[in-house]
Each structure stands twice: as C-alpha cells, then as structure tokens.
C-alpha cells in the first residue's frame, strides 16, 4: 500500500563521507539506541542504556526490556557490516534480517512475513491482510524505488511504507528505520534518528498519517527534525 506525498527533498551535496559517518553513529550509538527503544516504549534511561551498552548489566528491569536494548544495538551492528561490505541493496532478505534481529525476541515470528491480521492501535486504518503482503513487497517497491528523487526521500518512503503496511507482527518502525539508515548512511546523507523528546509529536503525526495516507507533514518533521547530518 503506497502513499500521498506532494513536497519534494534534496540530498546533500558533496556527500558526507561514509566511513567517518559510520565512526560517529558507533560512538553516538547510546543516543541512537536509547531513542529507539524509548519510541517502543523502553523504561530505559539514556544513562542505563549507555551502561548496558558498556557490557554492565542494569537491575530493576525486565529481561525483555534489557533484550530489546541489545537487538537494537545488534541490528545497528549489521547495518555497519553492510555498509562496510558495499551490500546495502534494498531487497526482502535485507528486511527480514534486520526484523529477526530486532523483533526474535518479541514477535510471534521474525525475520518473514506476518501469516495473520494486525492492526494499529489509535488508528483507524486496517493493514493489508498476510495474503497481500508479498505482491505489495514485489510490486510496490520498484515504484517507491522509481519515484524518488533522492537517497533522502527514498530513506523516509521505505520507513512510512514499511510502518504503513506493517510486513511484521512486531518491530515494523525498527526494521524499516534501519533499512532508512543503510540508506542514508551508504549514500553519505547522515543518519535518521528520532529523539525521546520528540515523541509525542511523532506519535501524532503517525496516526495523521496512518488515518489519512497523506505524507507531507510527518514527512516534514523526519526531514527537518530526525535528519542529523554532520
């Protein structure tokens, strides 16, 4: 299921160089991840994650939580190895790695396509049915691939498809946020990352954007506010 969007973005240009991006992202990498887990609703605090990332182990916590943390970071370490490895190709395989590696631990099954209905809690929007959701990998993503004008535009359009058609019974945003950054990160466009204080704010604009499948304004605040660029 395909998307309105009206605005276009540049990218920038020269492009920042990728192997120092990838050296910053790994020592901004408690940041990262500490922004990620609290968009899923992670009790974690910055320092917490930082210490966990540390090798410590952090009491007064769930396993889950504690995992959660890790598979980010996990998930973060295999985007670098692709990156480094020249293989950020944007295909199945790369999605249903990266949603093993984040959801293993959480979903009912990871790392390939949901086989049943879910929906999005605060929406009124109902996610295409299991049945669905190859042809809509397949076909659609050749489409978003072509209508794109830049690496940005790309990155964010993977990440509200991917959050849109919900592919996963659980990590939909992770998967498809580090999908965004294999993108960015591979074409020396900074990194996408959605700060903890911004997430009422992105929580509204995605159920905006879920009721009415118009992209201009979340796409806007990703753009304006999510894109670090160095």
């Not at 293989?87 to 959801?103: E, P």
């Not at 390939?112 to 659609?140: H, K, M, W, Y």
């Not at 903890?196 to 806007?220: C, G, H, P, S």
Request: glycine content about 6%; proline content about 3%; hydrophobic content about 40%.
């Amino acid at each position: 299921m395909l998307f309105n969007r009206n605005q276009s973005y540049n990218d920038i240009v020269p492009e920042l160089d990728t192997k120092k991006l990838i050296m910053l992202v790994k020592k901004l990498l408690p940041d990262v991840v500490f922004n990620m887990a609290s968009l899923e609703g992670n009790p974690f605090t910055y320092p917490e994650v930082q210490t966990l990332l540390e090798g410590i182990t952090i009491g007064g916590h769930k396993i889950s939580d504690e995992q959660q943390i890790l598979s980010i970071r996990n998930g973060w370490n295999y985007l670098f190895d692709l990156v480094i490895r020249n293989d950020a190709s944007i295909d199945i395989n790369k999605f249903n790695k990266f949603n093993d590696i984040v959801a293993k631990e959480e979903a009912l099954i990871s790392g390939t396509f949901r086989n049943g209905q879910v929906r999005i809690a605060g929406t009124d929007f109902v996610p295409p049915r299991a049945d669905e959701l190859e042809n809509i990998f397949e076909s659609e993503l050749p489409k978003l691939i072509e209508r794109c004008k830049s690496k940005t535009e790309l990155a964010f359009e993977i990440f509200l498809w991917g959050a849109l058609n919900q592919f996963y019974y659980d990590g939909n945003k992770r998967t498809s946020r580090l999908v965004s950054n294999m993108i960015l990160i591979s074409n020396g466009q900074g990194i996408f990352n959605i700060k903890a204080k911004d997430r009422l704010e992105f929580n509204t604009l995605m159920v905006e954007f879920y009721n009415t499948r118009e992209a201009d304004n979340i796409f806007k605040f990703l753009y304006y506010k999510c894109l670090e660029r160095y």
